[in-house]
């Protein structure tokens, strides 16, 4: 295809605002699903995607489209490139916007900008693409199209009149806006006789074909059945298979100058196919790669352990099969004294822990336990040595000089009534204010570094709670800063439990171990002597409880007040005899580990 009749092109949205919807209806008007084919969401093709209505895996699909408002027009190429939706995806979107010209900044017009789609926005703006704004949902009778057509109008600098009004539901104004897309996104510019060079914008692990590879060809042309180099490690494959997705593949000779589309050369992992690297011919192939390339960094860290220890390969092999498909994925095999085998696992953020720990559920049947989740830590040691702990337990002892902490970004959008109470909730978070802006009268923009390890634990949840549901956030790693941290012990018996362990600020390291030993006494049933549970910093105690030790004949007394709940505490624990856990001497029943792990 010649360059200038392509158009690629992305959708930016927050969750929930129409872009999956506005994508079927471009389908559907540019005839490449018929209508009878037509099921809801046709690129999102995970059931848990579905289900939780979040795209996590980007595809491409190539729209012909000719001008409506202009006679004779020519067919043009639309390459409409999806994007992960989520903050833990941003690197996965950087590089899909990579890959494109233009972008459909898509706004619901009931609910106005999110935090989302402005972190989004500004990564479009950094990667300088054509913007389109578009409200979304103009049937809605809450839809208040005039006021916001202000605001992004104001966001992106246009005219109100200028933000296109749509409906993807009912149609209206699509074909308008696909019109648009072939007006103003500018042509893809690359040299076609150079050698190639494709950047990767996705890769996906198929079981039927292996590792299927999203492309953007920046300069010359891939063949089929070439032999091609990724250039960030070297490594050489054959070009089994080339071609577009419409959206079903459909194989072609090759790809060219601005063309989008998939290869395959049969591996069968996808981290020999990474996000954001580049291909070239193995021959006299391009010497300088794309810009841009990173490898994933896994940013938080949990240890998963399978709550019935014999489903310990189970869980192995299940790890194996998602790191297929997730370069992102990392884990190694670790022993907790409390929890038994398992592994330290490290995802990008919290939703993609939750969305592993989720399909490895349900996917794979397997009942887990995750250890709370924490981040990174640098930590320097007066001689001199440096350790990079992923996991608290492994906190080193002895005369640290520093420790080091990773910090993000975030981006918090809120109607402007609960400032108030973001603000003070960041500044519970250790956070440093740095700015705010007014979207429009009643709309904030707040930014804020906060530690990330603040962020992980349930902020979200927070700030939702706080404001009724209004504020959005996101967030992006901006680096790392010396901070006063600690490692809290929690110790039954006088033996330390390791899945307790946590890493916390010195300000707020008495609070927790306050709570998690009140927790404890509550959840640990009476043993045949007394039980110590103690939180330390080292060796210093900063609260105590103590389990009373049992008395055979008066058990029923023992039990006074709420009987029956405690009853049923019991009567779970008799059926889970198997499932108590030995913490020195002391019994431990597994409730009492998920009860203390789940209840941030
Ligand atoms: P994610 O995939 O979760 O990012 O969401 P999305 O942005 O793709 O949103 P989706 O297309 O799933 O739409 C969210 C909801 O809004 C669905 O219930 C749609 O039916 C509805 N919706 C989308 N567009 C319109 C529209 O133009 N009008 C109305 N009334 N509803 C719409």
Redesign the pocket.
Known sequence: TDPALIRNFCII??????????ADRMLQLTGVVEQRQMRA?YL?RMDIERER???IKSQAVRLPWARTDEENGQTHILNMIDTP?HVDFTYEVSRSLAACEGCILLVDAAQGIEAQTLANLYLAMEHDLQIIPVL?????PAAQPEKFAAELANLVGCEPEDVLK?????GVGVDELLDKVVRDVPAPVGVKDAPARAMIFDSVYDAYRGVVTYVKVVDGTLNKRERIRMMSTGAAHELLEIGTNSPEMKAADGLSVGEVGYLITGVKDVRQSKVGDTITQLNKGATEALGGYKDPKPMVFSGLYPLDGSDYPELREALDKLQLNDAALVYEPETSAALGFGFRVGFLGLLHLEVIRERLEREFGLELIATAPNVIYGVTMEDGTEHEVTNPSEFPTGKIAEVQEPVVRATILTPSEFIGAVMELCQNRRGNLLGMDYLSEDRVEIRYTLPLAEVVFDFFDQLKSKTRGYASLDYEPTGEQVADLVKVDILLHGDQVDAFSAICHKDKAYAYGVRLVSKLRELIPRQAFEVPVQAAIGSRVIARETIRAIRKDVLAKCYGGDISRKRKLLEKQKEGKKRMKMVGSVEVPQEAFIAVLSSD
């Open positions: 949205a927050h969750i929930d605002h129409g872009k999956s919807t506005l969401q999102d209505g979040i795209t939706g979304n949902k103009i049937d809605l749509v409906s993807a539901k009912t």
